[in-house]
């Protein structure tokens, strides 16, 4: 199959965090803009999926902009918690994103279950990307990585739910990783794997 390459790209998203590690993974030569350069709202993420929201965003910039739009929707699923927060995790961070009172609720939540923290608390990462072109037609891929919940917030790196995240086979919480070594194994990385081909 003929791919013809993206030499331009709107990134539709507005969560900062995001557009710092899609940026890293997309080829330098692409340019790149943003919803908030362009003073453009995110759309209701009105989905019941991961897929549906990331193509909901991906659709509306690229029909706001007439340009090809790669779209993220993610979040972290507890299991636990009937894998909330899932596609609410940005959600429960309430309308000022405030990520310390989403990780608040995420160990009341989890406390009100008496759980035994010497046990794992397994969740996961999903992301959902789609790139989505002004001829309406979109691809779409999705990531995952296992892990467990921290029984304590740790680290000051990355965004969102990052602190209390553990991967699988890891010591160090997302938090506290490198980026350099989340962005070779995370949730993103995966989905982003399979739409390469693109750039
Ligand atoms: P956009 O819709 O503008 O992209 P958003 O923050 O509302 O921004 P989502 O609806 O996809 O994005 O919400 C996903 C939330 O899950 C997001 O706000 C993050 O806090 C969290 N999340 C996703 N990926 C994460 C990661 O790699 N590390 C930590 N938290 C992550």
Not at 25 to 32: M, S, V
Not at 57 to 80: H, M, P, Q, R, V
Not at 123 to 142: D, G, H, M, V
């Amino acid at each position: 199959m003929y791919i013809k390459k993206i030499n331009k790209l709107v990134l539709g998203t507005n969560n900062q965090g995001k557009v710092r590690e899609i940026s890293k993974l997309i080829p330098k030569k692409i340019k790149l803009y943003t919803p908030s350069r362009l003073n453009l709202k995110s759309p209701k993420e009105t989905g019941s999926s991961f897929k549906e929201n990331s193509l909901i965003k991906a659709k509306f910039f690229s029909e706001k902009t007439d340009e090809i739009c790669l779209a993220d929707d993610s979040g972290l699923e507890i299991d636990i918690l009937g894998k909330l927060p899932g596609i609410y995790s940005a959600r429960w961070a309430g309308r000022k994103m405030d990520f310390k009172k989403a990780i608040k609720k995420v160990y009341r939540e989890i406390n009100k279950k008496e759980v035994d923290w010497n046990k794992k608390i397994k969740c996961r990462f999903i992301c959902a990307l789609t790139i989505y072109w002004p001829n309406k037609k979109y691809y779409q891929s999705e990531g995952i990585i296992k892990g467990k919940i921290s029984s304590a917030p740790k680290g000051t790196k990355g965004f969102g739910y990052d602190p209390i995240f553990i991967p699988n086979g890891y010591k160090l919480t997302f938090g506290e990783m490198l980026f350099s070594k989340k962005s070779q194994i995370d949730h993103r990385f995966m989905a982003f794997k399979k739409i390469k081909k693109f750039f």
